[in-house]
């Protein structure tokens, strides 16, 4: 098994339609837009994965989208949810998170054992 198949994971849904600028872009994995698409009158959930050393960034561009966030738990500990204007939270499996995103707003998700790179850039070795 490697890295990447023990995930963590969360589910996320726009609730206006601000959503369709919504870019989620990650360290892992290619970035993508949210889209707002109502299904018999309620908003689609996207489900996203996140491995241990993963920051994910969900980030408006030029608009105001309002998002909840669903904890779908993991090996890995519960998730941090980090909007950079208003609150840091923590998701459990099960928990709800609705946020109000302003226009330069982002929001960083990561895993509770998230742990930081050791060095920047990369390393040589000495002869």
Request: charged share 30%; proline share 6%; net charge positive.
């Amino acid at each position: 098994m490697t890295q990447l198949d023990r995930t963590n994971g969360f589910k996320v849904r726009g609730l206006n339609p601000d959503v369709d600028r919504l870019a989620v872009q990650s360290t892992h994995q290619s970035t993508f837009f949210l889209t707002y698409k109502r299904r018999l009158g309620r908003p689609k959930w996207h489900e996203i994965g996140i491995a241990r050393d993963e920051l994910i960034v969900m980030r408006p561009y030029g608009a105001a989208p309002v998002i909840e966030i669903e904890g779908l738990g993991g090996p890995h500990g519960v998730l941090i949810v980090e909007a950079t204007q208003s609150c840091t939270r923590t998701l459990r499996n099960g928990t709800r998170l609705r946020l109000s995103l302003k226009p330069d707003e982002s929001v960083v998700v990561k895993c509770e054992d998230w742990k930081s790179p050791r060095r920047e850039g990369t390393e040589h070795s000495r002869v």
